[in-house]
């Protein structure tokens, strides 16, 4: 069935030194020429070269062509015989015929806004020119652009260039799926940088003409990115230009083709007027992400698609460090630990779980998941915790210094931290190879000055995985004392067997603070006391469990109002002290004040046995929301008018945590006010957070019609705010109205459904109201079946990204699970369905 196992993995025959490319640019009928540098490893070997969709209009060797008896072609590559290749060395020469302005995939060389650009991570290499799209066949490029069109851009340094044509030489070996072209009009916002070693590099941000008035942050970024990557990991910048080229239509965030960054436009362009806070970090986290990943993914790359997180893991470990060094302290780890528990638990605990590394896929673009980014990141955090800071940046410089220049797997990521610490990490790599997110069990006992706690983990089977071994688990753990002393400052106790006991001396029963800074990606199960929870909310002296107890509360009383509960005293009392404590950062209150989201209500309550109730979940978070902002008015509203920030816009950590907290106040009075205030601040912003926070606000109350009109009145011509536009109209609406809302807007004449940013504004619109989605009558899982249908012949990548909203359908009562395994039936049986949303919507089906 076209299944791909990780035990197939063989060496590719050949070495592949140098390649020249020539690109003769049309929209319908683009040239590629290539000539490959040759030479076989051993004997007897055919060659294979990867290729779909390309016309073959020549094909030769040494100069002379090949004859037809030479090679076998099919849809998916070019073998030419061992008999027909010479001996030694040789230049394979191919001249093919492409059609970019055919390319709705997005993958390959296509066209955005008259713009040529390429994606070829993970095998869209193959569909430029026949070549071994592999990431451990790694070659120098020497590219030749010719082309009518101002601006001519590919990987490396600058060569010759004359009007219509340009050339580029990358020195860095590398394989084909960090290859970028760009041509287009367009113009640069530049600067210069110089590395410590003394390289000065020219820094060019490349947008549509129009574009270039939002793109200083992004420089800044790239800037602080580059200096941190100096000094957090001693590495530098080693060609003399770095390009970045923002594209609209891109089917994911960016990409970090080697000196030739490209980005989807959401993610390069800012100004005050049209960007939110969160778009101002999310756009320097990404630009830190890609460029991070000139070391770890470029300079050291993977030996194949399995080994994907040992680049995605580490490098979004990196820029994870990156935004809490440069941007926003520890309140970055609340939110990524956040991330991680609903978007990643929730793959693990449904049908597309999978290990990190996986060992086996049909369509790799499948595999560009939560659980290899995010997981995978957590994963450096725990070797991180266990080898030290001095032992983790020793082995990342034994990394660099034994692998660079080589496509590596995740034994020989392993293996530096073995060498450098002298542990066995064989259990550790459990983590890495197996699927699941261990549950962890903890029981207490004191007596005679001696407090145990013990551990026993399980963890919940998999598909393909029903036994599971235990885990190397780290747990930072710390003691208070009953006036919220630290007894125990934070140890990092290491579980590795199935149940096991660490005892403490102490005084007294101290109160225990588990899993600080969330040190493994696990769930703790510990029967606590709403008092307990509300103490450690007070007192806890990490910042992360803190949080923690806040959020298990506030969990709680949830759940427990969903079964027709009153809001729970102990919360709301302990939300009080919060509001009132101002030693506290404005940003860790606002996320102390959020309660947890309805999917992730809907993930608890499926964990602890029970069947999500989509109307109750609602409910409850608005009775809970209402009777906050009762309970606390007076504070709420005195805070809301001191935090106003004033003067000129800045996306710095300290005026966005106001802003943050402000809003998030603002949502609470908005309750009782009747929108007043909210009315008033979206008349009066005049930045985009506050004047889309406002907005969600009122849509969310019910009260939004003219504010939403006037706001697209407005930004009509902006593509990127009219995307956050269809998003909050349907994502925010009151979920009665959510699946009506968000047919009308499929019909209106700015939804450009090709375009994949706005498709996601609205479509995951919809998935993301929770309530709305999961409406009784199943027209919300309907009407995403409708899309992926109608998307995939178009955009695979997009659809079968998409469609993963439907992962949870086993939480849902039987008619909801009926009405999802319906939908998903329905795609599979769609003919011409692309490989990708095919396996996806076969896997959700389980
Ligand atoms: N490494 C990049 C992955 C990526 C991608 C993968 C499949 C299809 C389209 C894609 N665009 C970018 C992005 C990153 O992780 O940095
Ligand atoms: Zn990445």
Partial sequence: DGTIYLSDYTPYPFDLDQVHLTFRLAPSATRVLARLHLTPKGEGASLHLDGEDLKLISLGIDGTALQPADYLMTETGLTVHAAALPEGAFTLETEVEIAPNANTALEGLYMSNGMYCTQCEAEGFRKITFYPDRPDVMARFHVRIEGDLPVLLSNGNAGASGQGWAEWDDPWPKPAYLFALVAGDLVATSGKFTTKSGLEVDLNIWVRPGDEDRCDFALESLVRSMVWDEEAYGREYDLSVFNLVAVDDFNMGAMENKGLNIFNSKLVLASPETATDTDYMRIEAVIGHEYFHNWTGDRITCRDWFQLCLKEGLTVFRDQSFTRDVRLGPVKRIEDAATLRTRQFREDQGPLAHPPRPNHYREINNFYTVTVYEKGAEIVGMLKRLAGDEGYRRALDLYFDRHDGQACTIEDWLKVFEDVTGRDLSQFALWYTSAGTPHLKVTDTYADGRYTLTFRQSTPPTPGEAEKAPRHIPIAVGLLDLQGREVLSTQLLEMTEE??????????????????????????????SPEEQAFLLAHDTDGFNRWEAGRSLAQRTLIDMTKGAEPAPAYLEAIGNLLADDTLEPAFIAHCLALPGEDELAQAIFAAGGTPDPDAIHRARNTLSKAIATTHEARLAALYDALEVKGPYSPDAEPAGKRGLRLACLSLLTKLDGGTRAKALFDQANNMTESFGALSILIRAGIGQEASQAFRNRWQDNRLVMD?????????????????????????????????????????????????FHAKDGSGYAFLADWLIKLDPMNPQTAARMSTSFETWRRYDAPRQQMIREELTRITQTRGLSRDLSEMSQRLLG
């Fill in 499 to 528: 149940e096991q006991s660490f005892s403490f001396d102490v005084a007294e029963k101290p109160v225990p603070s588990i899993l600080r800074d969330f040190s493994a990606p696990v769930v703790l199960q510990r029967e606590q």
């Fill in 724 to 772: 956050k536009w269809f998003m909050v109209e349907v994502a925010a609406c009151p979920p009665e109205s959510a699946v009506s809302r968000a047919r009308e807007l499929a019909q209106d004449s700015a939804f450009d459904w090709k375009n994949p940013n706005r498709f996601r504004a609205l479509v995951g619109g919809l998935t993301a109201n929770h309530a709305g």
